[in-house]
């Protein structure tokens, strides 16, 4: 069984401010870990994705996430935040067998001018 | 590359109808296409797995018989809402992969409202 938690449901930034979105994930397998973007009425972007090479992830648009099994996390983390950021992100775990993803109930960032 | 699509983007239709939506993998062959739907300001939830050639693994709580999945070629999946009622107003989305352990790529999802 796995589960993902990201633990804030809004996050807001001003614009040009760091953005940390969190996410804690249990798994009986070795994970694989995403973070995907999605824009208001649009589909689902690949920000980045963790299969178990170097534990620090980067990915598009500045984005990037570190994988701590020790804490069972995968946060995603931003150093300046662009308007073009406000959008829904959620953490994704994968179980090695069937592929078969597990999505986090999504966290909300507003960024302010 | 890794682009999908989807078709219709929305689709308004009366209750009773059935509505079919297609996910196509423009760019590369999908072995395994997985659809999903979102409800409002909620997180996705999978419905169903679909390998070229063969039947559709449905997740549990999900009616088979109602969500109508066909995945024919290695470019096409369809999912067809048959005899759709007001409650099946959701957005769908598709996602393809390469095999059964690649990265997903999603399609821009289709919204159904049934009046």
């Known amino acids: 069984a796995q589960s993902v938690t990201q633990l804030d449901s809004h996050v807001s930034v001003s614009e040009g401010t760091p953005v940390l979105l969190r996410c804690n994930y249990s798994?009986?397998?070795?994970?694989?870990l995403f973070w995907y973007v999605q824009h208001p009425n649009k589909g689902l972007q690949l920000l980045l994705k963790?299969?178990?090479?170097?534990?620090l992830v980067k990915g598009i648009n500045g984005f990037e996430a570190e994988f701590k099994k020790s804490e069972t996390s995968f946060h995603l983390t931003k150093p300046s935040a662009h308007m073009s950021d406000a959008a829904e992100y959620f953490c994704?775990?994968?179980?090695?067998?069937?592929?078969?993803?597990?999505f986090g109930g999504g966290t909300r960032v507003l960024v302010k001018p | 590359g890794a682009v999908v699509s989807q078709h219709p983007s929305w689709v308004i239709c009366k209750s009773g109808t059935s509505v079919k939506i297609e996910c196509r993998s423009l760019?590369?062959?999908?072995?395994?296409m997985f659809w999903y739907r979102q409800f409002p300001k909620q997180s996705l939830m999978l419905m169903a797995t679909?390998?070229?050639?063969?039947?559709?693994?449905?997740e549990q709580g999900v009616e088979k018989d109602k969500f109508l999945i066909n995945h024919a070629s290695l470019t096409l999946s369809t999912l067809t809402v048959t005899s759709a009622h007001p409650e099946d107003s959701s957005f769908y989305i598709c996602?393809?992969?390469?095999?059964?352990?690649?990265?997903?790529?999603f399609g821009p999802g289709t919204r159904l409202l049934v009046l």
């Open positions: 996602s393809a992969s390469l095999g059964p352990v690649e990265t997903q790529y």
């Open positions: 994704v775990v994968s179980a090695a067998a069937g592929n078969k993803l597990t």
């Open positions: 679909s390998n070229e050639g063969s039947k559709a693994t449905y």
């Open positions: 760019d590369f062959q999908a072995t395994t």
């Open positions: 798994s009986s397998y070795s994970p694989s």
């Open positions: 963790y299969t178990s090479a170097a534990t």
